[in-house]
């Protein structure tokens, strides 16, 4: 292609990566709109703000201290609570298995008891697709597959959009769906983006060229993930770092949020490497009467082993677009040096063997190494705790719930499901047990009425996991009063349970106890970094007020 045809197409690409929107309806609620796009993204992210973040003293004092800042948005339980960005689901309360199959769907995808009529098309780039109307008036965006890989992006971005959800975020309905050539119309007045870069009219001529190049099942049908377009003023992609300052609930700079640094977490499990502001949404909305602006994460189709033009390249997840450090290395050591992924990649022979599944393995991956194409603040500002909480929302998910997941995929071979199955269930384990051991994965605390006093009593996620054997821990507890401005610290004691009894003359004598609780596993020499646990008198009863998980 020529020079000015890749300046065209780079064109396309831009007007419709910052056309969200299609995503959304429109009203008007006097909120600014904001635009940005894939290239944009690369621009803020990969240059401007990776060259200037240490011109800015705060992120140059914290990555010389390594003093990370603590997330603003969490509560006294340093849990996330819900708001406009984050729901807690399955990690509060675990969902059904049609609730996790189902996800955010309101519908059973597009209406086929009639014609679905293009209204608009996006012909070319990097995921091309349409624009449909069903039978019932529902409008859905229908994206495919790269041509010799079908079930491949459709089935991750289905399979993906239900994890997050799940997680506790706020995604569009994605369903996937089959459908015949005939039952595709042309609405009037239909338009699409060409080679040239500029709208044609939708004409059937066009239609059929476009759907030589859309891969078919083997009853001749069409597969395509089909998002629902969310109803709603669409505002643009949210910032990952400023909040939208007009609104009243969005109060807290979004880098410090606890739920959008623990997206780090989250993609390295479901492999979204796509991650970015672009692949985000704010939609003005109105729900039970009450309207607010709503944040969503969309497009998963660069999820599992896929991305949007075939399968990935075993570098996604191991070093960024533009990775400076790794280049330097690779510079140092004349090209001498082979990386990870290069070792993973010659051992499978630089081939992928299943088209339906993409390159998806744990052969050398690090959770703790984990890299989204683009380098966010808020993923670098990840905390322990963060990550502690990231991972028991991960390790909740047992698996018999995976497979359910998996199984919105709708792959036609078991073998592909299987494949993904496995490696969902080996790389939660492997992120939750990294997890665990970087923060102290006490959790569920409680304080238990003998009769004759009164206990402190936790769980050991590590052990309920599976990842430590119970009793084989040492818990320190050292118990501290308050006093005015003067702290006492009235004992420490070594437990071997998950009980810690409270003596009666502490709640007594001292209103206002933290007990700072480490602990030591039999293959660790140091002890964990503490959970401190602060326990109040209120009206007269002893009440667990307040845990704080060390960064």
């Known amino acids: 292609m020529s020079r000015h045809g890749h300046l065209f197409n780079l064109a396309v690409l831009v007007a419709l990566f910052l056309g969200g929107v299609v995503y959304a309806e429109t009203n008007s609620s006097g909120y600014a709109k904001r635009e940005t796009g894939l290239y944009q993204d690369v621009f803020d992210q ?32 340093d849990e996330v609570p819900d708001s406009s960005f984050f729901t807690n689901r399955h990690g509060r309360v675990q969902m059904s298995t049609d609730e996790l199959r189902k996800g955010p769907q309101v519908t059973d995808g597009p209406d086929l008891s009639a014609a679905m009529s293009i209204t608009k098309g996006k012909f070319e780039g990097i995921t091309p697709g349409f624009f449909v109307r069903d039978a019932k008036g529902d409008k859905y965006l229908l994206k495919f597959d790269p041509m010799d890989y079908i079930e491949l992006s459709t089935g991750a971005e289905v399979v993906a959009s239900r994890f997050m959800y799940a997680l506790g975020y706020n995604v569009p309905q994605y369903t996937i769906v ?97 991650v970015r502001e672009s692949n985000s949404l704010d939609v003005y909305e109105t729900e039970e009467r009450k309207t ?90 990840l905390t322990r705790a963060d990550g502690f909480w990231a991972a028991k929302q991960i390790a909740k998910f047992t698996d018999e719930e995976i497979r359910e997941i998996v199984s919105t995929g709708e792959y036609s071979d078991a073998t592909s499901a299987e494949e993904i199955e496995k490696v969902l269930i080996e790389r939660r384990n492997l992120i939750v047990r990294y997890w665990f051991n970087q923060a102290n994965p ?31 821990s040492i818990y320190r507890i050292d118990v501290l009063a308050k006093e005015e401005k003067k702290g006492l610290h ?41 959970v401190r646990v602060e326990i109040r008198s209120v009206d007269g009863r002893p009440e667990i007020t307040g845990i704080f998980h060390q960064d």
Request: charged share 30%; hydrophobic share 35%; proline share 5%.
């Open 178 to 274: 089959n459908f015949k050539k005939e039952q595709l119309a042309i609405a009037p007045g239909a338009r699409v983006y060409g080679e040239s870069g500029f709208q044609k009219d939708l004409t059937p001529e066009r239609l059929e060229e476009f759907l030589i190049f859309i891969p078919e099942t083997s009853d001749g049908s069409y597969r395509a993930s089909a998002s629902k377009i969310l109803g709603g003023e669409i505002l643009g992609p949210m910032h990952f770092q400023a909040r939208r300052r007009k609104d009243t609930s969005d109060w807290a700079n979004h880098k410090d949020l606890r739920e959008l640094r623990a997206l780090q977490v989250f993609s390295s499990w479901v492999n979204n490497s796509d």
């Open 490 to 530: 009235l004992t420490q004691e070594e437990i071997q349970t998950a009980r810690f009894p409270i003596r009666s003359e502490w709640l007594t004598e001292h209103p206002s106890l933290d007990f700072l609780i480490r602990t030591q596993r039999p293959s660790a020499k140091d002890w964990s970094p503490f």
């Open 292 to 381: 607010r602006i709503r944040h969503y994460i969309i497009d998963f189709n660069s999820s599992l082993g896929a991305r949007p033009a075939g399968p990935k390249s075993p570098s996604f997840g191991h070093e960024h677009m533009m990775d400076y450090g790794e280049a330097l290395k690779a510079t140092l050591s004349l090209g001498l040096w082979k990386k990870p992924w290069q070792k993973r990649w010659d051992e499978a022979h630089r081939e992928v063997k299943n088209p339906s599944v993409g390159y998806f393995d744990n052969q050398y991956f690090d959770p703790g190494r984990y890299k989204t194409q683009l380098p966010y603040y808020p993923f670098k500002d």
């Open 46 to 77: 990969n240059v401007y703000y990776e060259g200037t973040q240490y011109l800015h003293l705060e992120r140059l004092y914290r990555s010389l201290s390594g003093k990370k800042k603590r997330a603003l948005n969490i509560n006294a339980f």
């Open 442 to 472: 006490l959790d569920e605390f409680q304080l238990f009425d003998t009769g004759n006093g009164y206990e402190l009593r936790f769980v050991d996620l590590a052990v309920r996991h599976g990842f430590e054997k119970e009793g084989e």
